[in-house]
């Protein structure tokens, strides 16, 4: 039997959802989230973080660093009812950048910012559809960071990652932010406004447990799911450019009292 390994929330142009208290809002920003329109040429906020706006205009997406006074959108519109990833940044160099599913879309200098300040973050306001695994960073992510990280899991301590939410808690009424450095959770958790707790979510074509070997060669995987007490088999499968590895897969069983490596 498969193992359902999350949730997304799911939105209907009526309700949103919200943290519940401020967060301070960096100068350099960058946000990620799987979204799934449930219609055709929606012009919406996705996710709202201070003068920082992630939506859509006519169905493409789109990004505001000036309270959505002004946008710089994508040339193509979502595909609805598949989940995307997009990742909005704004660098203090001036730029604005969309990327889709990692690669880098529109990158502009159209207005100056406004300063900064705390806010809450608000997801859903008229949208219809799907939000998922939604990250903020205290920095403007690049193009290197934007592709090793768009379409994994996070562990939650990555350098510079605010807030974190996976909406995976199962819960109908708040969400949980698992950010973290070292002993110190950042505890962004929010009010569900509305929204349903729904089991549509990427594929793991689309979003899967991945991991990349630090500097100390050491990999680290969270989050991943198991049942009962005999655990799950999983494969494990290193890759690296021009080179192979012995074996090339390695099977093992993680759960419950499982011990198998």
Same mark, same amino acid.
């Given at each position: ?17 919200? +943290?519940?208290?401020?967060? =301070? ?7 990620? %989230? ?6 055709? /040429? ?19 997406? %789109?990004?505001? =660093?000036?309270?959505? %006074? ?10 609805? /009812? ?5 990742? %909005? ?10 990327? #889709? ?11 100056? *910012? ?10 859903? +306001?008229?949208?219809? @559809? ?15 960071? #934007?592709?090793?990280?768009?379409? *994994? ?12 939410? *996976?909406?995976?808690? @199962? ?15 950042? =505890? /962004? ?21 991945? =991991? ?18 005999? @655990? ?22 993680? @759960? ?6």
């Amino acid at each position: 039997e498969e193992v359902h390994t999350g949730y997304s929330l799911k939105f209907n142009g009526n309700n949103t959802a919200q +943290t519940k208290d401020e967060l =301070a809002i960096p100068e350099n920003f960058s946000v990620q %989230a799987y979204v799934n329109p449930s219609e055709d /040429n929606q012009t919406t906020t996705i996710i709202s973080s201070g003068i920082y706006r992630l939506g859509l205009e006519e169905g493409k997406p %789109a990004f505001s =660093a000036n309270n959505g %006074a002004t946008w710089v959108t994508v040339p193509d519109a979502l595909t609805t /009812n598949t989940f995307t990833q997009l990742t %909005a940044v704004y660098s203090t160099t001036g730029s604005w950048t969309l990327y #889709v599913d990692g690669e880098e879309k529109v990158s502009q200098n159209p207005v100056n *910012r406004p300063s900064v300040s705390k806010a809450k973050v608000t997801f859903g +306001t008229s949208f219809k @559809g799907n939000i998922d695994e939604v990250r903020l960073w205290e920095k403007a992510l690049n193009s290197s960071e #934007v592709q090793t990280t768009f379409d *994994r899991l996070l562990n939650g301590s990555e350098k510079g990652l605010i807030a974190y939410w *996976r909406f995976d808690d @199962g819960v109908s009424d708040e969400f949980y932010d698992i950010s973290y450095q070292t002993t110190t959770y950042h =505890a /962004n958790h929010g009010t569900i406004n509305g929204a349903e707790v729904s089991k549509i979510i990427p594929t793991t074509g689309e979003l899967a447990l991945k =991991a990349l070997t630090g500097t100390d060669g050491v990999y680290t995987i969270t989050g991943i799911p198991y049942k009962g007490t005999n @655990g799950t088999p999983y494969t494990v499968t290193p890759s690296y450019p021009n080179h192979t590895f012995n074996p090339e897969s390695t099977p093992i069983t993680i @759960g419950g009292t499982a011990t198998s490596f």
